[in-house]
């Protein structure tokens, strides 16, 4: 048995004998119980239980992976009364010495209770009781919860099990929700005529249809969206205290009619020595009569509506002489135009627009009814410039693809840089990461020559961006046509890196043009697309490595290691549901997709030139890459209890290098491994497929094709430390080709045998302002052993035979920062 084998037979007893060495309700009294679970039997489909668990109060103490109770384990390691004893003595010694430092003039010192107390209150948790009242007061609850949503003859009991030598109890909630009711019809009592018209128009998009089964939330939600829609048309004062509703339940055959109430407005009219007076009014709409802008309101600075300037399509900048941007930029962002109905959604709009300049701390939109003028307002735009220039160094620990290293930036940023919200972003950045690289043995000499020894890769470099706060498109196609998007920028790049690694040093250079914009309703979409992308990778290897690359006689690795022109388009989409609907489930979905020399290919035929070896075309002196891109990030989150949660993702993508080169760049292909995906692997040492590089190789961990999932379990232990244990699968893998080998192509009939397994745990730390994350991964299925031995539980009898050592179990101890996803 291997050394590796005994260790962890050793941890996995010592850990058995804590658990069973911990009473759970030894520290009880003999009349408490402890609260064992909650458990729901709900007697039809009517209702979810995830609908209805989050109502049960108390929750019972929580658990690792739902069995383990960590928390009140160490809780009960301490005796209460035995820590505040000893804290006691301490209080007392601290007592006496502060006596003396007073004497002396010194300030106190500040007691701080001993270990054990801060550990027991700080990390344990107090075990949850069973309580009848609380039991209780959670069916009425489930009971008022069923009738808010259509189930007015549900019912709702408790049934306790009582484990009374265990001093455990466990608590059953019976649901039976019974038939809902459906609404048999919508009907409207509008008491002012005369919005008759804009409430019919309003009620198109209704959350209340017939057929449909009665929900509060369905009459909360109208509610709101009526309001809203009334605010839009420019009924100013209009809000949800005006609409009610009436219920009649007693149709019959479990249906109800809802009627939809618009009250009038009504003022309280006060007399001396009399009853007030209430007099019923109308609603009104209101048009915006002026809209005043001040780009430098200050709390400490009179407004100044005497320095005023008034532009071409009406509105009216205040303090012109303090005007620090030009006033376009302002105004664009401004859709609340004078003569307009007043409408909520171009308030709000106008808030978003304003914000996404970058350039003020401040921001708020009020409105004043005009004195003495019937249904009319004056908007107020205020704004509060930020520092216009800014410039910081920061340092940062960096995880990039699973390689770890430490980098500096020195950053520079001008927010007006031309007067119009231009936002000119300047960046030094060097760093250091050490990389998996493929240097032999008898090499290693040259790692020395960078001078580090932890980290074997030098870098840095410069990136530039000049950030323009709309989408500067062709005037063909501007004005109405653009639809009303959140946050639109276009943005042009400028980046130079240098790379000094041990086996090839790498100069980057890429110049880019990007149109961003967002849009937010049922969930948040976020849209980036460069229509043009040129990229320059130059690699010099060194001797050793260009040697390596010969001796294999490879085109498809020659071809991967070689300069590139890349020149393309990419566009990438972000979707999210956590923002917009604040779920404790939510989503985040990421799909890119990318081109790149198609056009280039098509120029040069369509002017006639000849290929080089009539194989290829070259800019320059350099081949020019060509393939068609795409890829799929797919994120689930699930809330299980208040401190814990499953991620679930599912990760795919596809390139298809054609045409002008056989190989997708470097830079551009897929990898696995590393502290990201494949936790058990360290970074590129994994795939394609189940192929096994030559000994000292490495270098063709790369792929054309990728999918992988990964579920991860989170559990915090205390507000610092966070318990993970996961189990990632996948894999990449190469189209057919030259020179490619045959294990490492992707096949239908065996691309599943192939995918690897790693499963571990980990510990997180979060400091607030970042998370450090220590996963260790074991090697559960490894695709690179013989069929019949992939499995760790399996025998390697054939493996262990031409190895120059016996199998043992593989891990990998990933250090990481911020989650993996």
């Given at each position: 048995m291997?050394h590796n084998?005994?260790l962890?037979?050793?941890i996995?007893?010592?850990?058995t004998?804590?658990l069973?060495?911990?009473?759970?309700?030894?520290?009880?009294a003999?009349d408490?119980?402890?609260?064992?679970?909650?458990d729901i039997d709900?007697?039809?489909?009517?209702?979810r239980?995830?609908?209805?668990?989050?109502?049960?109060?108390?929750?019972?103490n929580?658990?690792?992976?739902?069995?383990?109770?960590?928390?009140?384990?160490?809780?009960?390691?301490?005796d209460?009364?035995?820590l505040?004893?000893?804290?006691?003595k301490?209080?007392?010694?601290?007592?006496?010495?502060?006596?003396?430092?007073?004497e002396?003039g010194?300030?106190?010192?500040?007691?701080?209770?001993v270990l054990?107390?801060?550990?027991k209150n700080?990390?344990?948790?107090?075990?949850?009781l069973?309580?009848?009242?609380?039991?209780?007061?959670?069916?009425q609850n489930?009971?008022r919860?069923?009738k808010n949503?259509?189930?007015?003859n549900g019912?709702?009991?408790?049934?306790?099990d009582?484990h009374?030598?265990?001093q455990?109890?466990?608590?059953?909630?019976?649901?039976?929700?019974?038939?809902p009711?459906?609404i048999?019809?919508?009907?409207?009592?509008i008491k002012?005529?005369a919005?008759?018209?804009?409430?019919?128009?309003a009620?198109?998009g209704t959350l209340l249809?017939?057929?449909?089964?009665?929900?509060?939330?369905?009459?909360d939600?109208?509610?709101?969206?009526?309001?809203?829609?009334?605010?839009?048309?420019g009924?100013?004062?209009?809000?949800?205290?005006?609409i009610?509703?009436?219920?009649d339940?007693?149709?019959?055959?479990r249906r109800?009619?809802?009627?939809?109430i618009?009250?009038?407005?009504?003022e309280r009219?006060?007399?001396?020595g009399?009853?007030?007076?209430?007099i019923?009014?109308?609603h009104?709409?209101?048009t915006?009569?002026?809209v005043?802008i001040?780009?430098y309101?200050?709390?400490?600075l009179?407004?100044?509506?005497?320095?005023?300037?008034?532009?071409?399509?009406?509105y009216?900048?205040v303090?012109?002489?303090r005007?620090?941007?030009?006033h376009?930029?302002?105004?664009?962002?401004?859709?609340i135009?004078?003569?307009?109905?007043?409408s909520?959604s171009?308030r709000?709009y106008?808030?978003n627009r304003?914000?996404?300049l970058?350039n003020?701390?401040?921001i708020?939109?009020r409105f004043?009814e005009?004195?003495?003028d019937?249904?009319?307002?004056n908007?107020?735009?205020?704004?509060t410039?930020?520092?216009?220039?800014a410039?910081?160094?920061?340092l940062?620990?960096?995880?990039t693809?699973?390689?770890?290293?430490?980098?500096g930036?020195?950053n520079?940023?001008?927010r007006?840089?031309?007067?119009?919200a231009?936002?000119l972003?300047i960046?030094l950045r060097?760093?250091l990461?050490?990389?998996q690289?493929?240097?032999?043995?008898?090499?290693?000499q040259d790692?020395s020559t960078?001078?580090v020894?932890?980290?074997?890769?030098?870098?840095?470099g410069?990136?530039?961006?000049?950030?323009?706060p709309?989408?500067?498109?062709p005037?063909?196609v501007?004005?109405?046509?653009?639809?009303r998007y959140?946050?639109p920028?276009?943005?042009v790049?400028?980046?130079?890196n240098?790379q000094?690694?041990?086996?090839f040093?790498?100069?980057?250079l890429?110049?880019s043009i990007?149109y961003?914009?967002?849009?937010v309703?049922?969930?948040?979409t976020d849209?980036?697309i460069?229509?043009?992308?040129?990229?320059?990778?130059?690699?010099?290897?060194?001797?050793?490595?260009?040697?390596?690359?010969?001796e294999?006689?490879?085109?498809?690795?020659?071809?991967?290691f070689?300069?590139h022109?890349i020149l393309g388009?990419k566009f990438n989409?972000?979707?999210?549901?956590q923002l917009?609907?604040r779920?404790?489930n939510?989503?985040?979905?990421?799909f890119?997709?990318?081109t790149?020399?198609n056009?280039?290919s098509?120029a040069?035929?369509l002017?006639?030139a000849?290929?080089?070896?009539?194989?290829?075309?070259?800019?320059?002196?350099?081949?020019?890459a060509?393939?068609?891109?795409a890829?799929?990030d797919?994120r689930?989150?699930?809330?299980?209890?208040?401190g814990?949660?499953?991620?679930?993702?599912?990760y795919?993508?596809?390139?298809?290098?054609?045409?002008?080169?056989n190989v997708?760049?470097?830079?551009?292909s897929f990898?696995?491994?590393g502290a990201?995906?494949i936790?058990?692997w360290?970074?590129?040492?994994l795939?394609?497929?189940?192929?096994?590089?030559?000994?000292?190789?490495?270098?063709?961990r790369?792929?054309?094709?990728?999918?992988?999932?990964?579920?991860?379990y989170r559990?915090?232990?205390?507000?610092?430390?966070?318990?993970?244990?996961f189990?990632?699968?996948?894999?990449?893998w190469?189209?057919?080709?030259?020179?490619?080998d045959?294990?490492?192509?992707?096949?239908?009939?065996r691309?599943?045998?192939?995918?690897?397994?790693?499963?571990g745990?980990?510990?997180?730390?979060?400091?607030?302002?970042?998370?450090?994350?220590?996963?260790?991964?074991?090697?559960i299925?490894d695709?690179?052993?013989p069929?019949?031995?992939r499995w760790?539980?399996?025998?390697?009898?054939?493996?262990n035979q031409t190895?120059t050592?016996?199998?043992s179990l593989?891990?990998t101890?990933?250090?990481?920062?911020?989650?993996p996803?």
């Amino acid at each position: 048995m291997s050394h590796n084998s005994i260790l962890y037979i050793f941890i996995i007893a010592v850990f058995t004998v804590f658990l069973s060495s911990c009473d759970t309700t030894r520290r009880l009294a003999d009349d408490e119980y402890l609260l064992k679970s909650n458990d729901i039997d709900i007697k039809n489909r009517g209702v979810r239980e995830s609908e209805i668990s989050g109502l049960i109060r108390p929750r019972t103490n929580k658990k690792i992976v739902g069995l383990i109770p960590f928390n009140l384990f160490i809780w009960n390691l301490y005796d209460s009364d035995k820590l505040e004893k000893r804290n006691e003595k301490k209080r007392a010694k601290l007592d006496r010495k502060n006596e003396k430092r007073r004497e002396k003039g010194r300030s106190e010192k500040e007691f701080k209770p001993v270990l054990g107390y801060r550990i027991k209150n700080n990390v344990g948790e107090a075990p949850v009781l069973l309580d009848s009242n609380l039991a209780q007061s959670t069916a009425q609850n489930m009971q008022r919860y069923l009738k808010n949503n259509g189930f007015f003859n549900g019912e709702v009991s408790f049934e306790v099990d009582f484990h009374k030598r265990k001093q455990k109890a466990e608590v059953t909630y019976v649901v039976n929700p019974k038939q809902p009711y459906t609404i048999e019809r919508v009907s409207y009592d509008i008491k002012d005529t005369a919005i008759i018209k804009d409430v019919r128009a309003a009620i198109q998009g209704t959350l209340l249809r017939g057929g449909e089964n009665f929900r509060i939330t369905d009459v909360d939600k109208e509610r709101g969206r009526l309001t809203k829609a009334m605010r839009d048309m420019g009924y100013y004062y209009f809000n949800q205290n005006f609409i009610t509703y009436e219920v009649d339940s007693n149709l019959g055959n479990r249906r109800v009619h809802v009627k939809q109430i618009i009250n009038n407005p009504v003022e309280r009219e006060r007399r001396r020595g009399r009853e007030d007076t209430l007099i019923v009014q109308q609603h009104e709409k209101y048009t915006i009569q002026n809209v005043y802008i001040d780009p430098y309101y200050s709390t400490e600075l009179e407004t100044n509506f005497d320095d005023t300037l008034m532009t071409d399509d009406g509105y009216i900048i205040v303090n012109k002489r303090r005007l620090l941007f030009n006033h376009g930029v302002i105004t664009r962002a401004v859709f609340i135009k004078p003569g307009d109905r007043y409408s909520q959604s171009n308030r709000e709009y106008t808030h978003n627009r304003l914000s996404a300049l970058n350039n003020f701390r401040f921001i708020n939109i009020r409105f004043e009814e005009v004195t003495g003028d019937s249904a009319m307002l004056n908007c107020y735009i205020n704004l509060t410039p930020v520092v216009k220039l800014a410039a910081g160094a920061e340092l940062e620990g960096t995880n990039t693809g699973g390689n770890l290293g430490l980098s500096g930036n020195l950053n520079y940023t001008n927010r007006n840089t031309f007067g119009s919200a231009e936002i000119l972003n300047i960046r030094l950045r060097g760093g250091l990461e050490a990389q998996q690289t493929n240097v032999p043995d008898q090499e290693i000499q040259d790692r020395s020559t960078l001078g580090v020894s932890l980290f074997n890769t030098i870098e840095y470099g410069i990136e530039s961006s000049l950030t323009v706060p709309t989408l500067v498109l062709p005037s063909k196609v501007k004005g109405d046509r653009i639809p009303r998007y959140n946050r639109p920028t276009t943005s042009v790049n400028l980046a130079f890196n240098h790379q000094n690694r041990p086996d090839f040093t790498r100069n980057f250079l890429n110049a880019s043009i990007s149109y961003s914009w967002s849009k937010v309703d049922e969930v948040s979409t976020d849209f980036t697309i460069h229509p043009m992308s040129v990229s320059l990778i130059g690699i010099d290897k060194r001797p050793f490595f260009e040697r390596r690359l010969e001796e294999l006689n490879n085109r498809f690795l020659t071809n991967t290691f070689s300069n590139h022109f890349i020149l393309g388009t990419k566009f990438n989409v972000t979707r999210s549901n956590q923002l917009t609907r604040r779920r404790t489930n939510h989503y985040l979905n990421r799909f890119s997709v990318e081109t790149a020399g198609n056009g280039l290919s098509a120029a040069y035929r369509l002017a006639g030139a000849e290929k080089v070896e009539d194989e290829y075309y070259k800019v320059g002196n350099i081949r020019f890459a060509q393939f068609v891109k795409a890829s799929n990030d797919l994120r689930l989150y699930r809330k299980l209890t208040d401190g814990s949660n499953m991620v679930y993702r599912l990760y795919t993508g596809v390139g298809v290098p054609f045409g002008n080169l056989n190989v997708l760049p470097f830079d551009k292909s897929f990898f696995v491994g590393g502290a990201n995906d494949i936790r058990a692997w360290q970074a590129r040492t994994l795939g394609p497929g189940s192929s096994v590089p030559e000994a000292g190789s490495g270098l063709n961990r790369v792929g054309d094709i990728l999918l992988e999932a990964n579920v991860e379990y989170r559990a915090k232990l205390t507000n610092m430390f966070e318990l993970a244990l996961f189990t990632d699968v996948g894999n990449i893998w190469l189209f057919d080709g030259p020179d490619v080998d045959p294990d490492a192509v992707f096949a239908f009939d065996r691309f599943i045998n192939e995918f690897a397994i790693g499963s571990g745990f980990g510990l997180r730390f979060d400091f607030t302002f970042v998370l450090i994350r220590l996963d260790l991964g074991f090697q559960i299925r490894d695709p690179t052993l013989p069929n019949g031995e992939r499995w760790v539980f399996q025998s390697k009898d054939t493996y262990n035979q031409t190895a120059t050592q016996d199998y043992s179990l593989r891990q990998t101890l990933n250090f990481g920062i911020g989650y993996p996803f």
